[in-house]
């Protein structure tokens, strides 16, 4: 049996998998909100008691959303930590391996099916080329995935907190007020669930917005994302439209990086709920306005990952190939 796990600053999923194939079966799957519990033991401790069965767990593997340094990983959104000891404590196994989130997720490129993708771009894919994974939600995550030996390798990055660079006029202005609050302004704090609050402050300026009226914090994204695609306030449909824009440009700067002939994969929370916007040819005129390289990058094939366990599908495989080598 696999044990795989997908950590993120809101929420964290576990799930036991079969080994089956080039995709591995789930047998159950459970989900908790991170922030309710004060470690990743805690979190173990809810899936045993959940599932009510005994495990024996051939191998474990978990993506976080933070940099991974030997054995251990702190999370960038959420206060505590993670390590391969407490893992290997946690699973009853020494098979264990930590992973950042978007490598876990990138795990699962090679095996999403046809109706867990949703194509931007058709592009050509070749196949002796690299592929890429950016992914927005509470934050900013990014992975470069080289082809090595013929296959598919993630590789890990934290390039959600590189510089961001605007492109017009408005998002220097934008800028400005960011880094008058921040110092030094991160793609992360412009492409990210809260980075899309941050553009709702922008555009409003001091003017209050009904969208958020009796609204908690953790849903603002969602709120201003679901007033701007109904089109009920012109304020809110501005925020949206620069972030899709930013989303689309980062997207398009971490494909040139990685040179991604092979796709480049949007995965996420946020990704799926504004697909519409995502659609509507803002995103690709962004990515593709790369100078010189606009031919190269309109040539790469972009797909929306529609999966919301893509993650943990990819910490799965991961698992599944370490029993098997």
Known sequence: MLLAGDVGGTKTLLGLFEPAGERPRPVAVRAYETAAFNSF??????????????????????????????????????????????????????????????????????????????????????????????????????????????????????????????????????????RAEYGRVEVEHVVSGPGLVNLHRFTHGRRECSALRGVTAALEPAAISQAALAAHCPACVEALSIFVSAYGAEAGNLALRGVATSGVYVGGGMAPKILPALQDGRFMEAFRAKGVMSDLVAQMPVKVILNPEAGLLGAAVYAQEMIRT
Do not use: K
């Open 41 to 178: 033991t805690e979190i173990l401790d809810a899936f045993a008691r959940d599932v009510q069965r005994p495990l024996t767990i051939d191998a474990f593997v978990s993506g976080v959303a933070g940099p991974v340094v030997g054995d251990a990983a702190h999370l960038t959104n959420i206060t505590w930590n993670v390590s391969t000891a407490e893992m290997a404590a946690g699973a009853g196994t020494t098979r264990v391996r930590l992973l950042n989130d978007l490598e876990a997720m990138a795990n699962s490129a090679e095996v999403l099916t046809p109706g867990e993708v949703v194509p931007l771009q058709h592009g050509v894919t070749r196949e002796d080329g690299n592929a890429v994974v950016i992914a927005a939600g509470t934050g900013l995550g990014e992975a470069y995935v080289p082809r090595v030996g013929g296959r598919l390798r993630p590789v890990p990055s934290e390039g959600g907190h590189a510089d961001f660079a605007p492109r017009t006029d408005r998002e220097i202005e934008l800028l400005r007020m960011l």
